[in-house]
């Protein structure tokens, strides 16, 4: 028999491995995989966007990950990026 140990969360966050850290990275695009389907369109507004902008995208219908993704935006905040938080409906 298995025994679980219940986790608040479902995901543990480590630190990421060295390379990302020090990556520069001018735009940084967080959606959700059914918006791959119309992917050029979304690489344009991305590329639109000035540099240290973050673009967060959630489907309208998943309010769980609307709130993972008002987390994301917080983080983003505090550390100095501007945050764009948009539906795949706004987006398309």
């Known amino acids: 028999m298995r025994y679980f140990y219940k986790r608040p969360f479902r995901y543990r966050l480590t630190r990421p491995p060295r390379a990302i850290r020090r990556a520069n990275l001018d735009n940084i ?17 991305v590329r639109r966007l000035p540099r240290r902008q973050v673009f967060l995208c ?3 219908d998943n ?8 987390r994301v935006k ?10 764009t938080l948009l539906s795949v ?3 398309v």
């Open 58 to 60: 959630h489907s309208k």
């Open 29 to 45: 695009a967080i959606v959700p995989a059914s918006m791959l389907t119309s992917q050029k369109t979304l690489q344009e507004k």
């Open 89 to 91: 409906d706004g987006v």
């Open 74 to 83: 917080a983080v983003f905040q505090r550390l100095g990026y501007a945050v």
């Open 63 to 70: 309010a769980k990950q609307k709130r993972i993704l008002e």
